[in-house]
């Protein structure tokens, strides 16, 4: 295994302690936010409190998978744990998080989906690099690109197989469109945009879908079918003199925001995109609002085959369409730098062990039985000595943490661990892998950065929606290099190999 070099955690802020916002009305709620303070093996039960998104105590399904691992990591580990979940308020949670740890509530476990940064900056992270050296399953089961990012920011723990957005559409939908077949062979941007006209000028939904396509508040999700054909392949695009340019202030970056533009002004692009959060994304989805979304490859895109099937029949089932082709072809390159997202432990947690011990035993073949497969007789059976996987499984069961590759069980799998869609986006994302050249961004530019992606933000969503005429497409570029991109692109050409 990788030897790491540990990186230095800032010196520790002093944070004033709140009481938890958690409201499962355990006497643990009233002590403070950073666990019992129980060392491990006292006997005494010790508390971790954890934040993850969907994840609450009104959640009745959240409440009982954490109610059964205190029970497996009491019998398993001889570990007595008491999990307390810690309960945010409705939308973004990015940012209700950042409010929550700003505020001086710092749960033991924290589930980031952005925003780790500063507070690693802060020092409010624990570097898990020393906990992970030591583990007895944790370091087995970590991929290559899960090593890379560890080891330039130790901070975030993500064990989960690569797995961009996919775009997926109806199975009887794809299949009455005359158009499908050429997708399917060859995947030109011209060849999407026939199947989206045709599939929202046939609606073979019965007067649905109303638009092709829609996405979750921004372009993200739509990039990862279009950016690499539009030769938007990294982040950092090397130029004919070798230098290399911001791709979002690229050509490329123009003549995909024109393509864009089109789809909007034909009706084939969600004219809510910009609003729409995740959940009405789906609901659009499934309801037939939307022919095509984008999923996480793998696991999520069964669990959408799943609803949708529940919702519209058999045929109803999903199809995974491939990225489009041009310049090049892909769902976009895998940042190295860092996780995304991922789970950390508080610096501030007096049961910093405690919680790896946690991740740790979610990482061992028992631990793997529970979190990755459900529940004995409800998500699978023991048959003939081995694991069968049902419907529920598939369609409803998720893993809240660790994925590895390679599923390790004390009982060997009769079935397969994901269903068609699932598999066939994964194969699809080891495909087209190729690895980023961003980096981590100095503290220096942080404020800088954050301020052009914004501007970035604002521009482009004009010119998609016609507020600006892409013409002035120079006037964006140079705002973004006013507004601090002169100095990052002088560093990104000093710092990129």
Known sequence: MKKWNSIAIAAAMAVAMTACSSNSGTPAANQGNTGSAQPEGSGQPVTLKIVYKDEGTANAASVRFFGELEKALAKDEGLNVKFELVDLAQGSYAENLNLLLLGGTIPDIIYFQGGDQQMAEQGLLEDLTPYINKSKYVKDIMEPHNITRMTSYPYLLWIKPLAPKAPVVREDW??????SKALTENPTVDNYYA?????????PGSGKPAYALTAAGDIAEINTIFNSAFGLDKTWIKKDDGTFEYAKISEGEKEK?????????EGLLDPQFITKQWDTKEDAFYKGEAGVITGTAGKILDLYNGRMQDLGGAGAKLVVLPPAKGVGQGFGATDVTKESRGLAISSQSKNKDAAFHVFDYLASPKGQMLDRLGYENEDYKIVDGKIELNENYYN???ARFWEPVNFKSDIPL?????GEPGEKSLKMASEYYTEDNNFIIPEQFVANWDAMNNLYKEYSTDFITGKKDLSQFGQFVEAWNAAGGTEITKYANKTIK
């Not at 794809?174 to 158009?179: K, N, V, Y």
């Not at 199947?195 to 609606?203: A, I, Q």
């Not at 925001?257 to 002004?265: E, I």
């Open 174 to 179: 794809f299949e009455a469109m005359d158009s």
């Open 414 to 418: 009769k079935t397969p661990l994901l």
């Open 396 to 398: 409803n069961w998720y």
């Open 257 to 265: 925001l024109a393509f864009y533009n089109k789809l909007y002004k």
């Open 195 to 203: 199947f989206f006209k045709e599939l929202v000028e046939k609606k």
